[in-house]
């Protein structure tokens, strides 16, 4: 249900684009991010809570609600109840869910979308690009290193639609990452900037 075209929609429309089942109060997402950290403006906020290796994101659920987001995705056990104000959306994986997300906003990108990815170089090539873009021309670069499996929706959920231009850097560590990857950005123009020792063993040829 890819009908979502911009970040101020209800979550209730968010959780019918990423197949997720709703509960809770509803309320409207501006802004998504995946660090408890960086939830600096609650209201609007998205918190998607991820299990990583060394944290889960559940944990944090608790302590951003008091500072008041009041917007989740979930795919762990979360007493609705305890947070009246709030809505969930839960799912089966919460990256699988943010990256859902990511594909649906993608078409409201009217420009070109360029892709980098490579063994190396992929951020210092992106980067030239934006040194070289042309003054007047609107250019969004994935921020830092933002080419993993969270980093890249999140970056695509970074775009206000009109960039003429939008630059995704993208980086795989396994084979089957990169059809994931390419799901969500569907670019008009891919780099590819070197594939050496690093990921050839991932490859058949």
């Known amino acids: 249900l890819q009908f979502i075209r911009n970040m101020n929609d209800l979550l209730t429309h968010i959780a019918a684009c990423v197949g997720g089942a ?3 109060t509803d309320t409207t ?3 998504v991010t995946t660090d408890s950290r960086r939830a600096n403006l609650p209201e609007g906020t998205l918190f998607v809570a991820i299990r990583g290796t060394n944290r889960d994101g559940h944990d944090y659920i608790e ?6 987001v009041r917007a989740f995705i979930v795919d762990g056990a979360v007493d609705v109840r305890s947070y009246p104000e709030a809505g969930f959306v839960r799912c089966d994986d919460s990256v699988a869910a943010l990256q859902r997300l990511a594909a ?3 078409d409201r990108i009217r420009g070109k979308v360029v892709a980098i990815t490579g063994s190396n170089g992929k951020t210092v090539t992106k980067e030239w ?3 070289l873009c042309p003054p007047g021309v609107k250019l969004f670069r994935s921020p830092k290193s933002y080419n993993s499996q969270i980093g890249v929706p999140l970056s695509l959920l970074m775009t206000a639609g009109d960039e003429q231009i939008a630059v995704i850097e993208a980086g795989i560590s396994r084979k089957g990452e990169m059809q ?8 008009d123009i891919g780099i590819i900037t070197n594939i050496g020792d690093a990921h050839q063993e991932n490859f058949d040829t």
Do not use: D, M
């Open 104 to 106: 649906c906003l993608r």
């Open 63 to 68: 302590p951003l609600y008091c500072k008041g």
């Open 22 to 24: 709703f509960e809770g």
């Open 29 to 31: 997402v501006v802004r």
């Open 129 to 131: 690009i934006a040194q």
């Open 180 to 187: 994931s990857l390419e799901r969500i950005v569907r670019p």
